[in-house]
């Protein structure tokens, strides 16, 4: 597979981007404590792509969705979820019951898992582009989106009341059910929404 040096800038653009807001976020954020619990699978994750990038490169499509999400948790990770400053004006302004960007954020959460696997599907298996695709790739996010439920709940156990700001559950009992819900709906609006984009650039890709 060749890449053109057009799409090499992006990716460099993309990776110089990413680092800008990393320094941002890094430096006094509201708890340090909730910046390394938020922050630390972006590391691994971004450490993950470059050491890959050689071998196994993305779709521009994936390493943008990748980049928002990570811009995503940045922030978050920085003022935390609970106090994000454009979804606390939101909340004041429309008298909303809780700031948002917790919401948001497990939106977002559930599109990139759900992208990942429709490509790693389509370019590494005999699976055909139906179904099937579909609903391994949306099974697969709202596993993803459970298993880091479960990540807080132990949080939560562990920490006690110090988990508050990590787990941003804001009051509400039902905070995990509509995160995982979020989760799946931005799964399959992805999937939905992004397939002829995804579907193009794999046939470019693949010289097609």
């Known amino acids: 597979m060749r890449i053109t040096s057009t799409e090499e800038k992006y990716h460099r653009f993309l990776l110089i ?3 800008a807001v990393f320094l941002w976020s890094v430096i006094n954020p509201r708890n340090y404590g909730v910046w390394i619990a938020e922050v630390f699978p972006v590391i691994v994750g971004v450490l ?8 196994f490169r993305l779709t521009n499509l994936s390493y943008v969705i990748i980049w928002i999400d990570v811009v995503i948790v940045l922030i978050g990770g920085h ?15 429309f008298d909303l019951a809780r700031n948002h960007y917790d919401r948001f954020g497990h939106f977002a959460q559930g599109v990139l898992p759900a992208i990942l696997t429709r490509e790693v599907l389509l370019r590494k298996t005999q699976i055909r582009r139906n179904l099937y695709v579909f609903l391994i790739a949306v ?22 009341r110090q988990a508050r700001d990590f787990l941003a559950t804001q009051g509400d009992k039902w905070d995990s059910q509509w ?16 397939r002829k984009i995804h579907d193009s650039q794999l046939n470019q890709m693949d010289g097609k």
């Open 79 to 93: 003022y935390t979820y609970s106090e994000m400053p454009l979804f606390e004006w939101l909340q004041n302004h």
């Open 139 to 160: 099974s697969v996010s709202l596993a993803l989106s459970a298993a880091y439920e479960l990540i807080e709940w132990a949080a939560a156990e562990i920490a006690g």
């Open 17 to 19: 981007s990413f680092l």
């Open 179 to 194: 995160d995982m819900f979020l989760a799946l709906c931005g799964a399959v609006l992805s999937l939905l929404t992004l």
């Open 48 to 55: 993950l792509i470059l050491a890959t990038y050689n071998r």
